[in-house]
């Protein structure tokens, strides 16, 4: 599967950005979706995961209540809804899709172990 990140942009703190992957090559229907972020000089993050079916989502605590993971309707499109954007949210953000339980991700949360990446989408949040 491939995976293309978009949606972005610059924003004023305290505002909201959605961000999108979209598969092609296949569906996403058997794959977890993660979200993780890179800002410069620091480690890939994770940020949280959806499962296949869309029913479970888990997230790192410091976007907890802020950010918001859903699939689309037609299943080859995840969400990444950001709100109450903070200046430390500055990265570049990337999807990955993993053969893995939502779970099994969320409680190993380095970046291995996912079969596709996006190549990413800058998001620059100002104070």
């Known amino acids: 599967v491939q995976l293309q990140a978009s949606g972005g942009g610059l924003v004023q703190a305290g505002g909201s950005l959605r961000l999108s992957c979209a598969a092609s090559?296949?569906?996403?229907?058997?794959?977890?979706v993660g979200w993780f972020r890179q800002a410069p000089g620091k480690e890939r993050e994770f940020v949280g995961i959806i499962s296949w079916s869309g029913r479970t989502t888990y997230y790192t605590d410091s976007v907890k209540g802020r950010f918001t993971i859903s699939r689309g309707n037609a299943k080859n499109t995840v969400y990444l809804q950001m709100d109450s954007l903070k200046p430390e949210d500055t990265a570049v953000y990337y999807c990955?899709?993993?053969?893995?339980?939502?779970?099994?991700?969320?409680?190993?949360?380095?970046?291995?172990?996912?079969?596709?990446w996006g190549q990413g989408t800058q998001v620059t949040v100002s104070s």
């Open positions: 090559g296949r569906t996403f229907n058997d794959y977890s």
């Open positions: 990955a899709a993993g053969s893995e339980s939502a779970f099994y991700y969320y409680s190993n949360p380095s970046p291995g172990g996912y079969v596709s």
